[in-house]
């Protein structure tokens, strides 16, 4: 059964920094990763995708890293400011239209 | 346009009542999904629509009936509900994937805050 942990489950930095969240999953076998951002009590607004044939995906300020065969993926944001808090999630997708989430990263960024 | 709308934003019925949630998208994606979040929790996958068919049940209570009219609209008529039924419910539609398997980017509505007395 594939299972999807983040970590930390809660991060506080000041404006400005670079940060680095994690995503690990126990099943290699899968087809894409797909990083959210929720904002509280919202939907999800995805942010960047990675097909299982690719290392990593960038978006703006915004960085994703895959390594399937140790079953992690990573989320770099650079120069960090108050309008990313935000709670990340991961989800790996193994089968067709099932996407498995993670347990989510809070992030709080102070000005 | 990159929007999914979902109906109401917050809904409270008691556990005899009915209801149903909407949910509209016009990116002409033909799976469209129903998802349920407890707070802090990470959503879990209802149902999957493929091609306005039924394609995934996750075990869902029959007490939760989704309907897919035509490839735009996506429902979720709600019967004897309880308490513990109350959540966010998100709807989000994708394209199919190419080939075999896998999941394309999905698109999430701002969803549903469901309250069950």
């Known amino acids: 059964k594939q299972e999807v942990t983040q970590i930390p489950a809660a991060l506080s930095v000041p404006e400005g920094e670079n940060l680095v969240l994690n995503c690990s999953f126990t099943?290699?076998?899968?087809?894409?990763l797909q990083w959210f951002r929720q904002d509280p009590g919202k939907g999800l607004t995805s942010l960047l995708l990675?097909?299982?044939?690719?290392r990593e995906q960038t978006s703006g300020r915004l960085n994703a890293s895959l390594d399937k065969s140790s079953g992690r993926s990573t989320l770099y944001i650079a120069a960090s400011q108050p309008g990313d808090s935000a709670t990340y999630l991961c989800?790996?997708?193994?089968?067709?239209?099932?996407?498995?989430f993670g347990t989510g990263t809070r992030l709080k960024v102070l000005a | 346009d990159t929007e999914v709308t979902q109906t109401p934003k917050h809904l409270v019925m008691g556990m005899t009542n009915k209801k149903s949630l909407k949910c509209e998208q016009h990116m002409g994606h033909r799976a469209m999904y129903w998802y349920k979040q407890k707070a802090k929790k990470p959503p879990e996958l209802m149902f999957v629509y493929s091609y306005e068919k039924l394609s995934i049940n996750e075990s869902v209570p029959s007490r939760f009936s989704p309907e897919c009219p035509n490839s735009s609209l996506l429902n979720l008529h709600l019967h004897a509900l309880q308490p513990e039924d109350s959540a966010l419910y998100l709807c989000?539609?994708?394209?199919?994937?190419?080939?075999?398997?896998?999941?394309?980017?999905?698109?999430f509505g701002p969803g549903t805050r469901l309250t069950v007395l």
């Open positions: 990675i097909q299982s044939s690719q």
């Open positions: 989800a790996v997708s193994r089968g067709t239209y099932k996407y498995i």
């Open positions: 099943d290699s076998a899968i087809y894409n």
């Open positions: 989000a539609s994708s394209q199919p994937p190419l080939g075999q398997g896998g999941t394309d980017t999905q698109y």
